[in-house]
């Protein structure tokens, strides 16, 4: 049971490259959500996704686009990377609901943007 | 004011010592509370969860919630070095879109 699985681990882009961070869960949770984790700050949502089909900005969308393809994946696009971009990316996945149960969270993806 | 607050820390106990992590959230209406443990370099991990008032108790954690005075706490007892991480605390609520929003986390130290 692989649970979350993100890739790639480590990516370095140049300033305005593009690239997908990809993720997929296989624990049939609905709830998939994308969070970058900078120093001092904590989690932030940059996008959530309660169902296939449908994604919702968070705190922090601005340079992202998403895509949930279907139940078990979620994808992050940067268009254009910006240095401000340079964060640890985590997928998260969990069962939603009037009570949230726990969610499940990928190893990580390290970017840099130079 | 932000949604979910916490002490950034460091908290440095030493080893056997009770730690005590603490959490204030903004939303009245949340209703799902979390303490997730992260590791240096690693992603986060969930230890404790919490929906109703009073404490909730597994092996040497112990969660506290107080929603009329919107606080959440961990109680780490008989600390060990291990347990030198991050602490997060993560909450949902009607306010927040029933996502979950996390803290930025507490540094808690364990000195042997």
């Known amino acids: 049971n692989a649970g979350v699985t993100q890739t790639p681990k480590f990516q370095v882009l140049k300033t305005g490259q593009s690239m997908t961070l990809q993720c997929a869960q296989d624990?049939?949770?609905?709830?998939m959500y994308w969070y970058r984790q900078d120093p001092g700050m904590g989690l932030r949502l940059i996008y959530y996704s309660a169902s296939e089909g449908t994604t919702d900005k968070g705190e922090v969308p601005n340079g992202y686009n998403v895509s949930r393809l279907n139940k078990r994946e979620f994808s992050l696009r940067l268009e254009s990377a910006a240095p401000s971009q340079t964060s640890v990316y985590f997928c998260a996945s969990s069962f939603p609901g009037p009570r949230n149960t726990e969610a499940f969270f990928g190893q990580g993806t390290r970017l840099t943007v130079v | 004011q932000k949604e979910v607050e916490q002490n950034s820390g460091p908290l440095s106990v030493p080893e056997g010592a009770i730690a005590s992590l603490n959490c204030t959230y903004s939303?009245?209406?949340?209703?799902?509370f979390f303490w997730y443990r992260q590791y240096s370099g690693k992603s986060p991990e969930l230890i404790m969860s919490?929906?109703?008032?009073g404490d909730k108790e597994d092996g040497r954690f112990t969660a506290q919630l107080n929603k009329a005075s919107q606080y959440v706490s961990l109680l780490i007892r008989d600390s060990q070095p291990s347990d030198s991480a991050t602490y997060l605390c993560?909450?949902?609520?009607?306010?927040?879109?029933?996502?979950?929003?996390f803290g930025a986390g507490t540094i808690l130290r364990v000195k042997s």
């Open positions: 624990m049939n949770h609905n709830s």
């Open positions: 939303d009245r209406g949340s209703q799902s």
């Open positions: 919490i929906y109703s008032n």
């Open positions: 993560a909450v949902d609520g009607e306010e927040y879109g029933n996502k979950l929003v």
